[in-house]
């Protein structure tokens, strides 16, 4: 299976923004659809956003992440971001990237996440 190393975490206030990254090697992201998940203490683990193989079709978890979060897969570089804005504590979870479970199992061992964490 395939690695993955999320990046791009932080401390931000309310508000703000962040941009995550998620390398893979071990196999190519232009393969699989891929997606964002996060996971709030004492939560399950949640998808936020996914991307077809392409970038043909996106769809976000709900509709606030839609109008503030958006996803980006950059296939040459193997490489899936998550551009975020409007930060609101909500938000604080542990963010991982994988591929879309919607589509089969994961493809990828899960990497360690990035932590996001909002204040008010």
């Known amino acids: 299976q395939g690695q993955l190393d999320e990046s791009g975490g932080g401390l931000v206030q309310a508000g703000g923004s962040l941009r995550l990254s998620c390398a893979a090697s071990?196999?190519?992201?232009?393969?699989?659809?891929m997606a964002w998940y996060r996971q709030a203490p004492g939560k399950e683990r949640e998808i936020v956003a996914s991307?077809?193989?392409?970038?043909?079709?996106?769809?976000y978890a709900t509709y606030s992440v839609k109008h503030r979060f958006t996803i980006i897969r950059d296939n040459d570089k193997n490489t899936l971001y998550l551009q975020m804005n409007s930060l609101e504590p909500g938000d604080t979870a542990m963010y991982y990237c994988?591929?879309?479970?919607?589509?089969?199992?994961?493809?990828?061992?899960w990497g360690p996440g990035t932590q996001v964490t909002v204040s008010s």
């Open positions: 071990g196999r190519n992201i232009s393969d699989y659809n």
């Open positions: 991307i077809s193989w392409s970038g043909a079709n996106i769809n």
């Open positions: 994988n591929s879309d479970h919607n589509d089969g199992p994961y493809y990828f061992n």
